[in-house]
């Protein structure tokens, strides 16, 4: 009990320390981008994380079944049903990816124009924005599934430091990028890359956290009613 109590309080701790790392370098950073890029471009680029955090709703809750199947699978240590906790982590956050990419990049016409009323001096800017906007979809759902398959393997400690670099990597790099003369196109591909990239990193940990109790195994995909609800409802 002592131990679970330790537990706690060191992941509270790192939750903790996570977040407030991520507002100091938020108030420290963000108003030198905000600085540098101008009003316009800078509600371009909000609008890429904007949409990055809105395509996680299409894994349809994905996130939260993952954590549950893997958590109850992991405690009863069977195989077969991690494989199917994994297979519902995989299925969901891939099929939310491309429905938040394919959605983003359908309605690039509406948003440029009616939506966000785009000037003619950022048409080129704001192709490559939601050129951006449509990859960073597809990273942010899968970082999202491989958070899920770290938090259902009671890697909470690893989890908080992927949550702290999702939210700091893309605000220090674009800053970076500012600061050495680039401009709102370079940041669009920058933020393009970090998704995707963190969520291909954080992969190793997750498996190895896996293969440490046995329990590595092929996902399988077979339709899971009651994971849908779960996830829908």
């Known amino acids: ?17 996570g977040q407030a ?20 471009p800078y509600a371009l680029y ?11 709703l299409l894994t349809i809750g994905g996130g939260e079944v993952a954590v549950r199947r893997l958590s109850e699978a992991r405690a009863s240590g ?23 990419a394919l959605l983003v990049w359908s ?7 009616s939506v966000l009323q785009v000037p ?26 491989v958070l899920s398959v770290l938090q259902g393997a009671q890697r909470f400690g690893t989890s908080t430091v992927l949550g702290t670099l999702r939210t700091t990597l893309p605000l220090i790099g674009t800053w970076l990028i500012l600061k050495r003369g680039g401009g709102l196109t370079d940041v669009a591909w920058w933020l393009a890359a970090v998704y995707p990239l ?8 997750a498996a190895r956290a896996l293969r440490a109790e046995g329990l590595l195994v092929r996902p399988t995909f077979a339709p899971d009613p009651v994971a849908l609800r779960f996830g829908l409802f």
């Not at 109590?5 to 939750?15: D, E, F, I, V």
């Not at 909000?46 to 996680?56: E, I, M």
């Not at 309605?107 to 124009?113: I, S, V």
Request: hydrophobic share 60%; proline share 4%.
């Open 120 to 145: 003619p001096e950022l048409a080129d800017a704001a192709a490559a924005v939601f050129v951006a906007a449509a990859v960073a979809a597809v990273g942010f759902c899968l970082l999202q599934g």
């Open 1 to 17: 009990m002592a131990g679970r109590g330790r537990t706690l309080l060191t992941n509270l701790g790192l939750n903790g320390l």
């Open 46 to 56: 909000a609008f890429v994380g904007l949409l990055g955090s809105y395509a996680v």
């Open 107 to 113: 309605a690039r016409g509406a948003l440029t124009g």
């Open 21 to 40: 790392v991520a507002l100091v370098l938020g108030v420290t950073l963000l108003p030198g981008v905000i600085k540098s890029l101008g009003p316009g």
């Open 78 to 100: 069977d195989a077969a049903r991690v494989a199917g906790a994994l297979g519902a982590a995989l299925k969901h956050h891939l099929l939310g990816a491309t429905a938040g």
């Open 198 to 205: 963190l969520a291909l990193l954080f992969v190793w940990p």
